[in-house]
């Protein structure tokens, strides 16, 4: 069975690339710091982790949850999500049970909040988890996403300076790829599961797409994807640029460990288009049909290789020109222009091959020399390439260090310069490209000088990895100890930033078990991670508490002994000077580890990886002890104190399952619980014979590897806690019904629970998020309100009334959590919130307010009483007295009744001046905007015709209504309408018949103040402006040779405007101008000169003729006119267009908007923000001396009350700059040639939105001053 077992397991090891990790990892002999010393760099000693590391915690977290199959079984992890979700819905708590009436502390615990870290201080850096992926928004620096190993997404709007999660409830929390949208950037594309084979890189659930930047997610490829083992695992999402901006016809690639999948749909629907481990994917930016794809099987594979696409992706080659034939293994690939550069891993020895360049893209490749590159002997988990966006012989490499190359990948430098180690992914800012982003093993950086020197951007992530071990403090809330993935061991003491401990001798390391003496919380026990012979594992222990050193305590200890790469470390429950530890045997210290004896022999099967999971002495028996192991056994030994303890095997009854917690009942050691990891039946098992027989306590329980569990000290027979890869459960009936316990908890793999019996608090250690609390509810809780004064409101009769309201804080003073209502019988309260639960310690805000009930009465003073009630034992009862008194009736307008309407005669009605101030709610008026600061008009409509009523030009935010009727208890709605005028002014146009109507005009959500109001028939005269733009804004030509270009009208009125036409201000002497309309790919379609109608908010374009017969130079303010827009009349679009016609030849110089057109805009981020967008590309037609410039300018002249100062640079065609900003850059153009540039807009204040004024105007002139082309932009604060 032995031998099978093991042949099977070894599959497995194959079969997710490890089999020569197996073999590195008995043939590793460096560290971390002589890796860097072969580099000439040295590592930050903060962050080293152990060579090999990832290759160990690979095994130790995949074989037990394949065990015993050789590999976790195809679609398991999503069909325990989609189970979890059928049955409890994506967000499930429990109801929460009656407290407990015996004397023994229980679990009795309200809904999860997280305590961090956020992040780990260590030392002067900061760190928070591993990070797979890191993107930044095309256009705005300043958003940035990332992809935790098991930490879901997160967005930042500032540059990372904070964060919020977005996908806490996403059917996978472990990313492996993010991708933004480049022509809609609130769509993002995110692969789900780690290709970084470290194994604790946990299962994907195939794609999930954001439509509104990252606030929600979809799942996309759902029956795809997790049909590969336990899901797929997606290295890259690319999406094709010129497909773009779409929900439903975009292409978009996704390179898995099962294939290469293109959607053409937006992700909708995927197919296979190649076949293998494929690592990476790129487009070339030259021609989009040429795709690059990379299949990288770490341990190497006969298909391994570079594969290129000419059809976008349909079909596929494999390139072999100047690559390597032999011991290829993982690549990474990037790519920009014809460029792109390749990373190899040697399959063999698990170094770096090499780097490879193609400049044709990816025909012909040639190696690069990559000097000073390496990833020690990682490059399997960790290495990456990207290419600089401004220029494409910068090179940045990533392995368990970051390299810089300024020389096409010939020579590299280490820039990793105190960041953490581990590099998986790089960004760059979408217009400086000295400003990089580094993800890895410790978090996020940013550099803002090419990697020259680096700052975390890791305040606020959790993310952090922790695994078992996590160890609480008997009394109050710290400290809290724990052990994370590649960040050490860390200290909770109050702040929710944890600080790293100092381990003697060791730089950094995985962070496994750890303890706290409850009879002396400054002696603490923690340690790394365990590997064989190496000096650094075993248990340590620190006798000073906070800041206090950690010395090497393994005496005793055979440092050759097989272990699991997380083993086990116990304290006994009754005497702490006595702790236990495990490898594939029991160690025990009666001596607070300074000397350990071996007490057990063997207790596997013998397996190369076979080892003990996890020990627990009884709490009423200390010669009862219990041992489980990760191949399936149990052990129970009845005189554990003794010299040499006697064990029992008690695997019987107990499925063949890696075994991974064990607990034993605190007042009776005969019953224990055993849970149990992989797929398949039966997670929970328990005992109350010592193990003698075994009960499958599963129940209704989904099928999901557990990884610890908590007996209730209170209820120990029956209620159970159990931590799982799909979060927290709880039983009450002894196991027959399991009921998730994770509100506020996301959704991912729970490693350890720990009960802190003094508090009642449950708290859990995720592999992803952090750790988190569940603050008792029970306890002795204790009411107190403030302030304790009346809440006294006064007002006229019909409102308003002031004060409006009054907060009360309600606070628990006492322990445990307390249940309270707030209530009040009278009519014109509302009380928010009105009932809830607060933690021991926790305030909340009660809101007491007068509601629009009030205005109905009569002048009086009315009483009232608030009632605070603690429901849960009734301790700090109060209440608040309340008055309201209401004076004799205010002044309001004349028309503020109904009947009292101001009667509209002629039309067309236009005013100005009107007024809601004092106005006020009667009885029966139909609601528009609460509280109803409504006046009144009233129209007679002599005929059936089209009635418009707008409030354009208002001060005053309204709402408008229209209604038939003849008593304001008996009105009918017709219309109503909040914001569709222009700005904030209101609009309704409707057909009606001839009859009397009423309008009622309100503030928003009770706003007064000063309004106009325009009513007319017909369509209406008084539709708001329409916009207007040119493109191109200049144009050059000889006499005899006509000019053209094109123009749009924007109608972004809710009605139609009519008859809208352009034309010139005035004509020019020998010049003839045309129009003819044009359909949606800019081709000419209608009548020459013939005005069209463009519906409420549609656009109509013109494509427009000069012919000259004569010189000619001109500014021309283009004439917008539509007959029933306001202003009355014509109006000037936003852009001139500078028309040049000369007798002899010039060179016509085209300018034209390259990103955001004519008609967009630069926001400026708040007053004092910056924003930078590319916003015009010019076609030169003979070579030249040019110099463009960006100037403020509104149509008419300088508009000097702008405040932001704009400066310009040229750029490439991805938007990046090559020059520095200033105010003009002049460079020499060649004939046929383009060129791009970047206007950058600085706040000092607010700039108002007035596209005809507040305007960046980018003018490009010859050696003779002469503009030969411009284009121009609106800017705006955001």
Known sequence: ?????????????????????????????????????????????????????????????YLPRAFPFDRVPPGSFQAARREYEQRFGPDSGYEQPASPTGTVPSINVGNWSAIGPTPIQSGSNQFSGRISSVAVHPTNGNIVYIGGAQGGIWKSSDGGSTWI??????????????????????????????????????????????????????????????????????????????????????????????????STDSGQNWTRVLTGVVSDVAISDNNQNIVIAAIGSAFGGSTNGIYRSTDGGATWAQVTSGLPTSSIGRINIDMRGQYAYAVMQNSST????????????????????????????????DMHIKIAPNSLETVYMGGVSLYKSTDGASSFSNITNGIHVDQHDLAFHPVVADTVYAANDGGLFRSLDGGATWTQRNSGLNISQFYGGLSVAPTGSQPISGGTQDNHTVLYTG???????????????????????????????????WQQNASYSGPRRNDTGNGGTYFLKKTGINAGDRGQFIPPLRMSPTTPTRVYFGTYRLYRSTNQGDAWTAVSNDLTSGGSRSAISMMAEAKTNSNAMYVVTNDGKAWYSSNAQSGSPTWTDRSSGLPTRAMSYVAVDPTNADNAIVTAQGFGTGHVYRTTNAGATWTNISGNLIDVPVNTVVIDPGEPTTHFWIGTDLGVYRTTDGGTTWTPFNTNLPLLAVFDLVFQESTGDLYAATHGRGAWKAASSSGSPSMTVTPTTA???????????????????????????????????????????????????????????????????????????????????????????????????????????????????????????????????????????????????????????????????????????????????????LATNDDGGTNLASLIEMAVNAGTYYIAVDGFSGNTGTFSLNVSTSGGTTLGAVVASVLPTARATQTGTAVTAFATIINPNAATATGCSIALPSAIAGTTFLYQTTNASNVPIGTANTPVNIAAGGSQGFYFALSPTAAASSNIPLVFDCTNTSPAGTIFGVNTFQYTA???????????????????????????????????????????????????????????????????CRANSSGVCLTTFAASTSFTATAGQTYFFVVLAQGSGTVADNPATNRAHIYFRNASSQVVGATSVAVRTQ
């Open 165 to 262: 999660a977005t996908s806490d409830q996403a059917c996978s929390l472990a990313m492996g790829d993010i991708e933004i949208d480049p022509v809609n950037p609130n769509i993002v594309y995110a692969g789900t599961g780690e290709l970084h084979n470290s194994a604790d890189s946990y299962y994907g659930c195939g794609v999930l797409r954001s439509t509104n930047g990252g606030t929600s997610w979809q799942q996309m490829g759902a029956s795809v994807f997790d049909t590969t083992s336990g899901g797929a695992r997606i290295a890259r999402i690319k999406v094709r640029p010129s497909t773009a901006g779409s929900t439903t016809a975009t292409t978009v690639f996704a390179a898995s460990d099962f294939g290469l999948y293109r």
């Open 1 to 61: 069975m032995e031998q099978h077992l093991r042949a099977r397991i070894a599959e497995a090891i194959r079969h997710f690339l490890v089999v020569a990790v197996l073999t590195l990892a008995g043939a590793l002999g460096l560290h971390l710091t002589a890796i860097a010393q072969e580099a000439g760099h040295e590592v930050d000693e903060l962050t080293q982790e152990p060579e090999g590391t990832p290759a160990e915690r690979l095994l130790w977290f």
């Open 350 to 381: 698990f170094q770096m091959l090499g780097i490879w360049r193609t400049t044709d893209d990816g025909a012909n490749w040639t190696q690069r020399t990559a000097t000073g590159a390496s990833c020690g002997s990682q490059c399997w988990y």
């Open 791 to 973: 809440f006294n409101s006064t007002g006229a009769q019909g409102g308003p009334f002031l004060p409006n309201s009054q907060t009360y804080t309600v606070t628990n003073n006492g322990t445990g959590s307390v249940n309270w209502t707030a209530s009040d019988s009278a009519a014109w309260t509302t009380i928010s919130p009105a009932s809830g639960t607060i933690v021991q310690g926790a305030s909340t805000a009660v809101i007491v307010s007068i509601n629009t009930t009030a205005n109905t009465l009569a002048p009086n003073t009315y009483n009232s009483t608030v009632n605070f009630t603690n429901t849960t034992n009734g301790t700090g009862n109060t209440s608040r007295a309340v008055a309201l008194t209401v004076t004799g009736g205010s002044t309001g307008p004349a028309n503020d009744n109904f009947a009292n309407a101001t009667n509209i005669g002629t039309l067309p009605y236009a005013v100005t001046g009107q007024t809601n101030v004092g106005a006020t709610s009667e009885t029966g008026e139909p609601a528009l905007s609460a509280p109803n600061n409504s006046v009144w008009y009233k129209v007679t409509i002599p005929s059936s015709t089209t009635l418009h009523v707008d409030t354009n030009g208002s001060a005053l935010d309204t709402y408008i209504g229209l209604f038939s009727g003849s008593s304001v208890s008996s009105l009918t709605t």
């Open 495 to 529: 702040s929710t930033v944890w600080t790293d401990v100092n381990f003697s001798g060791v730089g950094g390391c995985d962070g496994a078990f750890t303890l706290i003496n409850p009879s002396n919380t400054n002696i603490r026990y923690g340690m790394c991670q």
């Open 1142 to 1208: 000369s007798t002899t030849p010039i060179a016509d110089l085209v300018a034209i908007a390259a990103t955001i057109g004519n008609t967009g805009y630069i926001s400026i981020p708040g007053t004092t923000g910056q924003s930078a967008a590319s916003v015009a590309a010019i076609n030169i037609g003979a070579t030249q001396t040019v110099t463009a410039s960006v100037t403020e300018q509104a149509i008419g002249g300088t508009d000097p009350n702008m405040p932001a100062t704009l400066t310009i």
